[in-house]
């Protein structure tokens, strides 16, 4: 009798326990996400008060130019014309990342959706609020490499990096088989038990 009830009163410790593991990691995401959106609104804010209506300003010797783009298609001006499909995308994005936050266990994988999530928060925000109008607004893009204009690499600003980045590290946690709640995937393709927080 006594063992029974020591066992249920022991059942109620699991979410407790779980709801704590995932708050660090989330916190995490959450300090990214606003760290690279305060970076994007501030880099594009003063792109627009400094570059508008002036010629590319060249830095590094001609590596990098500095220009004002407004960009009414995806990162790296890609997909223009579709611009209130890809507001509506960005939302998505934004709601999946909300959610699966909850299962979040890994540290890498909180950097990662981190980075995804502040990029595609600050890409919105321009679509948003700037002209032509709400969900069809330009996104500022500000650097060119190698060349002005976009003529060897698209022209891109911060959100944009922050996006590829994330994105690149999610392809990298998958391939050696970290999962978003922190366990390892074998090669064979099974779970291996224990967690590991990276």
């Given at each position: 009798?006594?063992?029974?009830v020591?066992?249920?009163?022991?059942?109620p410790?699991?979410?407790s326990?779980?709801?704590?593991?995932?708050g660090p990691k989330v916190?995490?995401?959450?300090v990214?996400?606003?760290?690279?959106?305060a970076?994007?609104?501030?880099t594009k804010?003063?792109?627009?008060?400094?570059?508008?209506?002036?010629?590319?300003?060249?830095?590094?010797?001609?590596l990098?130019?500095?220009?004002?783009?407004?960009?009414?298609?995806?990162?790296f001006?890609?997909?223009?014309?579709y611009?209130?499909?890809?507001?509506?995308?960005?939302i998505?994005?934004?709601?999946?990342?909300?959610?699966?936050?909850?299962?979040?266990?890994?540290?890498?994988w909180?950097i990662?959706?981190g980075?995804v999530?502040?990029?595609?928060?600050?890409?919105l925000?321009?679509?948003?609020f700037?002209?032509?109008?709400?969900?069809?607004?330009?996104?500022?893009d500000?650097?060119?490499?190698?060349?002005?204009?976009g003529?060897?690499?698209?022209v891109?600003?911060?959100a944009?990096?922050?996006i590829?980045?994330?994105?690149?590290?999610?392809?990298?946690?998958?391939?050696?088989g970290?999962?978003?709640?922190g366990?390892?995937?074998?090669?064979?393709?099974?779970?291996?038990?224990?967690t590991d927080?990276?």
């Amino acid at each position: 009798m006594m063992g029974r009830v020591s066992e249920r009163a022991s059942e109620p410790s699991t979410p407790s326990t779980t709801v704590t593991a995932a708050g660090p990691k989330v916190v995490l995401l959450a300090v990214i996400a606003v760290l690279v959106l305060a970076a994007d609104i501030i880099t594009k804010t003063v792109a627009v008060a400094q570059l508008e209506n002036r010629a590319p300003l060249e830095l590094l010797g001609g590596l990098v130019y500095l220009q004002l783009v407004r960009n009414p298609g995806a990162a790296f001006s890609l997909a223009t014309g579709y611009t209130w499909v890809l507001t509506i995308v960005a939302i998505a994005v934004v709601v999946v990342i909300i959610r699966v936050a909850r299962r979040l266990r890994s540290i890498g994988w909180a950097i990662a959706l981190g980075l995804v999530l502040g990029g595609a928060l600050g890409n919105l925000t321009d679509r948003i609020f700037r002209a032509p109008g709400p969900l069809q607004g330009h996104v500022v893009d500000i650097v060119s490499l190698f060349a002005p204009d976009g003529r060897v690499w698209p022209v891109f600003n911060m959100a944009d990096s922050s996006i590829v980045t994330g994105g690149v590290l999610l392809v990298l946690l998958a391939l050696l088989g970290r999962e978003l709640d922190g366990r390892r995937t074998s090669a064979r393709g099974g779970a291996e038990e224990g967690t590991d927080s990276a």
